[in-house]
T-cell receptor, first 114, second 109 residues
Framework: GAGVSQSPSNKVTEKGKDVELRCDPI?????LYWYRQSLGQGLEFLIY????????KSGLPSDRFSAERTGGSVSTLTIQRTQQEDSAVYLC????????????FGPGTRLTVT | RKEVEQDPGPFNVPEGATVAFNCTYS??????FFWYRQDCRKEPKLLMS???SGNEDGRFTAQLNRASQYISLLIRDSKLSDSATYLC??????????FGIGTKLQVIP
């Protein structure tokens, strides 16, 4: 079946602009995660959605970052007023249900802020 | 202390060698443990789950030591294709999942 998809695959934006990153999880997966990975670094947890529960936003680095998940499926990560330090690969993952299940990752969106 | 700690390496081993990685975790209430593999400029992919009784998948063996709070990954008869970064992942119940920084393995001919 189809895996996790993300779009765009690459995004170059100017400092100060807003960007939206999209994630389509695997059908039937109720849990969805966003991470970012800077060059040569580990994965940094950003936000977690599980079903209709309130999302765990504890990893969002600032109030410029927000995410939503509509209809329990597609998710959008929005970064407002982008800064150069936001440059990273943004990875989305989904799992069958909560934290205890293996995650399946999308190919990521490589964001470059110039 | 970090929630999940791994030696970033790199571990440079010859083909055919056996190599082992450890990963320590700080939360004794952690319940689920995984090893993921990440190739250069690719997304992480699940390698194997780690069960309390340990588990083996071909050349790969994963073990859990709850008393000392670490998990291990053993790779036997290393192949060139095993070259990658191996990520340790820990989670449990309502505790968010935490990825280690990863251990880089380079298998050399």
């Amino acid at each position: 079946g189809a895996g996790v998809s993300q779009s765009p695959s690459n995004k170059v934006t100017e400092k100060g602009k807003d960007v939206e990153l999209r994630c389509d999880p695997i059908s039937g997966h109720t849990a969805l995660y966003w991470y970012r990975q800077s060059l040569g670094q580990g994965l940094e947890f950003l936000i977690y959605f599980q079903g209709n529960s309130a999302p765990d936003k504890s990893g969002l680095p600032s109030d410029r970052f927000s995410a939503e998940r509509t209809g329990g499926s597609v998710s959008t990560l929005t970064i407002q007023r982008t800064q150069q330090e936001d440059s990273a690969v943004y990875l989305c993952a989904s799992s069958f249900t909560g934290y205890s299940y293996e995650q399946y990752f999308g190919p990521g969106t490589r964001l470059t802020v110039t | 202390r970090k929630e999940v700690e791994q030696d970033p390496g790199p571990f440079n081993v010859p083909e055919g060698a056996t190599v082992a990685f450890n990963c320590t975790y700080s939360n004794s209430a952690s319940q689920s443990f995984f090893w993921y593999r990440q190739d250069c400029r690719k997304e992480p992919k699940l390698l194997m789950s780690v069960y309390s009784s340990g588990n083996e998948d071909g050349r790969f063996t994963a073990q859990l030591n709850r008393a000392s709070q670490y998990i291990s990954l053993l790779i036997r008869d290393s192949k060139l294709s095993d070259s990658a970064t191996y990520l340790c992942v820990v989670s449990g119940g309502y505790q968010k999942v935490t990825f280690g920084i990863g251990t880089k393995l380079q298998v050399i001919p």
